[in-house]
Each structure stands twice: as structure tokens, then as C-alpha cells.
């Protein structure tokens, strides 16, 4: 058996040479895998290139860069528009009344009157009067949307001067205000206190006493424009004698002669200054001589 010969020291350097090439040659390829793979997702600083199919999307390599930087296995959740928050204000809240004139008249001391709510949210509410003779009941609340709500309205008739009356009321609420007015009439008729006829018989015939005073006490809340008698001598004809103050409101008149026996109803008639009458009789009895 033959020996190998031993290798000459060439030999050796030789192949230590071509292991060491392809070491460099496999280096180079894989750098410039590296280098092809880093360019297609780094984004472009200038005009990208254009292809047959058009410009290039640059929205896919800035997308494959981000995800490149992140790291493996991490995904990125696409971005969402902003939420916007919207606040709705309410409208103002717009009230009105039924009636604009609350007329009671001569003879009403009570009456109805409707808030309505015809625009906009709920809203609180206050209705008053300007006189103290006028109340409200309720005289506040909260009125809903599309709403009407029922007040009742007085006036005190007991302490009303005679004549016109008039006042107002006021609506409020927070976004405005609204009015009516109220007016009423209170007539008073004068008051006969105690109607006498001194003395309370006279005679016919040429006898005394043939006449009589008659008087009484006059009374009205406002002023007494003329007081008189109204009487008949003969049954008849109705004769009109006028009486005169005499003080503290008491009216004097005298009345007569008369021409026929009986009895005579006399009325005592008053007038105050708006028109108003009131009355109330006395009897007179006439006799013959004796």
C-alpha cells in the first residue's frame, strides 16, 4: 500500500482562499437581498417612479414601512374620523293669554283665563295683578310644550269704588312677558234711610195742618246729585217737590195742601252724579176738618 503524499503548503493556501471567496460571495448576495427588501418600503423623498399602470401608491410603502418599524407580529388598527359631540339647546319657551281684556261687567266677580305654551321647552311661570281688589289662583306654575294651563281671576266687589274699575295683569316667564287687563263696573244706587212725614196726618178743607215735611237720611257711594218727593193732592196727578240737605245726609222737603180724604203713598226718589236712583216710601194720611 501506497502513501498519500502530503499536501505541499500551496495546496493548503489554496483552498483556505476559495472557502474564504465564497463566504465574501454569499455576504455580498444577502446584502443586497437586504438592501433590494429596505428600499421597496422606505418612502420616497422625491417623485416616485412612474410605471406603465401609472404613479406609484405610496400610501401601501409608508404603510409596509410603519409596520416594519413596529416589529414583527404587530398589527396596526385602522384610524377612525373623529367622534364630534353635538349639545341641542332647547328654544326659547313663547307663552301667551287667552283673552287680552278680562271684562266682568256689573255683576261678575269671577273669571277663567288660559296660559298657553305655544313654542319652545317647558318654562315656569308667574301671573299678578296690579290691585290688591284682583287676585290669581294659582298664581304660578311650570307650563309643559303645546300646553294650556286654566287660572281663575277674582275681583273683590265688596270694596270696589263706584264707577269704572280697571287693572292690569302681568305674565312672566324667563324668555318674556305677556298682559290683560281687567276692568269691571260697580253701580251703586243711593240708600233711603228712614223716610219720615211730620207731622204724619193732615186735613182738607181749609184746616191746619195742611202740609207736611217729609225728610230722610241719603246715603251713596258717590256723590248725591238731587233728592226729591213725589206725591198726589187728589189721587191722581203726581207732583214732584224737591228736598234739600239739611245736614249729616238727611233731605227735607214739604209737601201739600192736599184736596181729597185718603192716604197718600210718598215716595222719597234719589240720584247720585253717574245716574243711579234709589228710593223708598212714606205714608201721608189726610182727613176732613174737624
Partial sequence: MSERPPESSSDS???ELLRLGVVGLVAVVLALIGFSVASR???????????????VDTTTSTTATTLASLGPGTSQAPSSPQESTTTTTAAPATLSLSEEILDFGDGEDSMQLQISNTAGGSAGWELTADDPLVTVEPSSGTIEPAATFT????????????GDFEASLNL????????????????????IHNPQASPGTVQVGGCSPSQTTVSARVRDSSEVERVIARWSSNGSIIRETAMNPVGNDIYQGVIGPYEVVGSDTVKVVAFDVRGNAGGASVTVTVTACA
Fill in 172 to 191: 312672566s316667564w324667563p324668555d318674556g312677558e305677556a298682559s290683560a287687563g281687567v276692568v269691571a263696573a260697580f253701580e251703586d244706587n243711593p240708600v
Fill in 41 to 55: 418600503f422606505e418612502p420616497s423623498t422625491g417623485p416616485g417612479p412612474v410605471l406603465a399602470g401609472g404613479p
Fill in 13 to 15: 493556501d489554496r483552498g
Fill in 151 to 162: 287660572v281663575s281671576v277674582s275681583i273683590d266687589r265688596s270694596q270696589l269704588p263706584e
